[in-house]
């Protein structure tokens, strides 16, 4: 079996690229391919809460339910901004695209590096949730855990490599079956607390938990501003569809948009209704068990339902990370066209997915896996702080938007470098809600930062900063290549001549050999074999078969080079350097390289890789051209 039949098996028949729109989403798929991150956030963002708030006592987790309110307030802006996002740039992009127009190269590579970083963490926290609620249930599974996550991570590239459409398929049942499941849950448990249809009530439980030490009145405050910023964690995941725009079916931006408020409305009711009522059934945060699953056994007593929202529970926190493996090769796909990334991450694979981005994803989450030991507690404080930054950028750079709007006359457009923008009679109101917005952001950012640093988030701190930095150098990278290769200005006399001398490296006397000899002749009356002579009786081999075929060689120049050592590539390179900086010094020269090719992977497994590791080095000498004579064998 070939490898091009192996990836036909795996991945599936290429799609001719006429196929794009027909492989695009529509709304169901794309709200379970973009929405599984914010949605799966609800099975613990109440959680983060109230974990904050139960270190001043029982009493303060009152302060749950307002708390999940004032988010649930930012999540409205937050969305609003990114559906003027979407409405405004439907070529996608989001926060990278907006802050590029608006703010600046430097503000844009910061939001993109933070998005990237933040995608990578997606796929590693949602894997390793997934996984421990996994081990949770099976717990001789837990010594495992390491493994299953890789597992996991395997699968999920391999589905995303197969297409968008199918994986939105794949992943359809899990995330509307978790949806379906908590408001039933919810609905059951507001059926309870309301008395409607005869239910009991809900069984409240009793709890007087201390404060973890006296509070102060700054002390107060910052725990609810901690409070509020770790229940923040229900944002995450809300620009993916901003980023993925082209990838909805037409008309893409009204689609997108459409989905994005769909989305919106699903996530915050899920996290305003499980806060309510962990409110009023007063749960408190435990290790052994989540909030979700606490109320979930509260409401209905366990059975069928508490163990399908447990099931598809855990579905979906792995599921989530599919939101990472949309917008992570999306927005390299951006950079890379930018010049920020390697411009082969812009390039689709046979499915008509960023293959290269799909798989830099799944190597980079794979390392943070294994490097956290698949412990998404440990990752967690790095978590969230990407998207935070992104939030902020990307507002404030749609209330710069707006600004801009402002100053045009009714009915009048411009184009701004990016997108084209018209004239808005509600600009002004649209201009605050994101001002208010990155504002509270921007703050978010600041708590989440300062209490999370000694935690491990000083890593994302000190990476982002980095990644601008690889940015900036991959662009200065192809800047001066660009110059390099630029004609303005050429002459022919700048172009180097061609030495009418060819080299042919040679190792034995056989068909492959002969046949690179037989073409170096054909294009050059100097051609020179070189022949590394470690050992003396193979030395006599080689120039008695050497003799057999005089037609072939009473005219090519033998150069038999004595070498004591075993590394005969070293004497070569020096020999086609001295020919090159020496003899035709500002001169092309040219080195045929005859290589037998097996037919199979294996064959080449079996055979010594001294072709391929010359002409890595060959790479290194400049005025070298090398041309390969391939000879193929079989096996």
Not at 103 to 120: H, K, N, Q, R, V
Not at 349 to 366: C, E, F, K, P, T
Not at 473 to 488: D, F, G, K, N, P
Not at 614 to 621: G, S, T
């Amino acid at each position: 079996m070939t490898i091009t039949s192996l990836k036909r098996k795996l991945i599936g028949e290429p799609f001719p690229t006429r196929d794009d729109v027909h492989e695009r989403l529509d709304k169901k798929r794309a709200l379970a391919v973009f929405a599984s991150d914010p949605i799966s956030s609800n099975a613990y963002a109440t959680e983060a809460i109230m974990s904050v708030l139960i270190l001043m006592g029982s009493a303060a987790l009152a302060l749950t339910l307002p708390l999940g309110i004032g988010i649930a307030l930012l999540v409205l802006f937050v969305i609003f901004s990114y559906t003027q996002t979407i409405l405004h740039y439907p070529e996608g992009g989001g926060a990278y695209m907006v802050a590029k127009d608006n703010l600046g190269t430097m503000p844009s590579l910061f939001a993109a590096s933070a998005l990237l970083l933040d995608y990578i963490l997606t796929v590693s926290v949602s894997v390793s949730a997934g996984i421990r609620a996994i081990t949770s249930a099976i717990p001789a599974a837990f010594e495992y855990r390491l493994v299953l996550a890789l597992l996991a991570i395997v699968l999920l590239t391999w589905v995303n490599l197969r297409g968008a459409r199918e994986s939105g398929t794949i992943f359809a049942i899990p995330t509307y079956a978790f949806v379906g499941g908590v408001l039933v849950v919810i609905g059951m448990g507001m059926a309870k607390y309301l008395g409607l249809f005869g239910a009991a009530p809900l069984v409240v439980e009793v709890h007087d938990v201390a404060a973890a030490r006296p509070l102060t009145s700054f002390l107060t405050i910052w725990l609810i501003l901690r409070a509020f910023a770790a229940g923040c964690t229900a944002l995450t995941g809300i620009e993916a569809i901003s980023d993925g725009v082209k990838a909805f079916k037409h008309p893409e931006a009204r689609n997108a948009a459409q989905t994005m408020v769909v989305m919106g409305i699903i996530a915050m009711s899920l996290f305003l209704g499980i806060t309510f009522l962990a409110t009023q059934l007063n749960l408190l945060p435990s290790e052994e068990e989540s909030i979700l699953s606490q109320m979930t056994r509260s409401i209905t007593g366990g059975g069928p339902v508490y163990y399908w929202v447990q099931f598809f529970t855990m579905m979906i926190l792995i599921l989530a990370a599919n939101t990472g493996y949309q917008d992570f090769p999306r927005l390299s796909s951006f950079l890379a066209r930018d010049g920020f990334m390697p411009r082969w991450m812009q390039n689709r694979g046979d499915r008509l997915v960023y293959n290269g981005g799909i798989i830099v994803l799944a190597a980079m989450s794979a390392l943070l896996v294994i490097a956290f030991d698949a412990n998404e507690i440990a990752m967690l404080p790095l978590y969230a702080l990407g998207v935070m930054l992104s939030f902020t950028l990307s507002q404030f750079g749609m209330s710069r938007l707006m600004g801009k709007i402002g100053h045009l006359k009714p009915g009048s457009s411009v184009f701004t470098g990016v997108t084209t923008i018209h004239y808005e009679p509600g600009w002004r109101w649209k201009q605050s809600v994101n001002v208010i917005g990155a504002t509270v952001t921007g703050i978010v950012l600041i708590v989440l930062t300062v209490t999370k640093f000694a935690e491990g988030a000083w890593l994302i701190v000190v990476a982002i900063p980095l990644l601008v930095y690889m940015l900036r150098s991959i662009q200065h990278h192809y800047v001066s290549i660009r110059q390099a290769l630029s004609t303005q200005d050429l002459t022919l006399d700048m172009l180097h001549e061609i030495a009418d001398v060819v080299v042919v490296p040679m190792a034995d006397i056989h068909r492959g050999t002969l046949r690179a000899l037989r073409y170096a002749r054909r294009i050059s009356r100097d051609v020179r074999a070189v022949y590394i002579a470690t050992d003396e009786q193979q030395k006599e081999r080689f120039m008695v078969r050497w003799q057999r075929f005089p037609e072939m060689t009473d005219d090519v120049t033998l150069q038999c080079i004595e070498y004591e050592y075993r590394d005969i590539l070293t004497p070569l390179v020096d020999y086609i350097d001295e020919v090159s900086h020496k003899e035709f010094p500002d001169r092309l020269i040219t080195v045929v390289i005859p290589e037998f090719v097996p037919e199979s992977f294996t064959g080449h497994l079996l055979h010594n890789q001294t072709a391929n590791i010359l002409r890595v080095r060959l790479r290194n000498l400049q005025n070298v051209v090398v041309i390969d004579v391939p000879f193929h064998v079989p096996g």
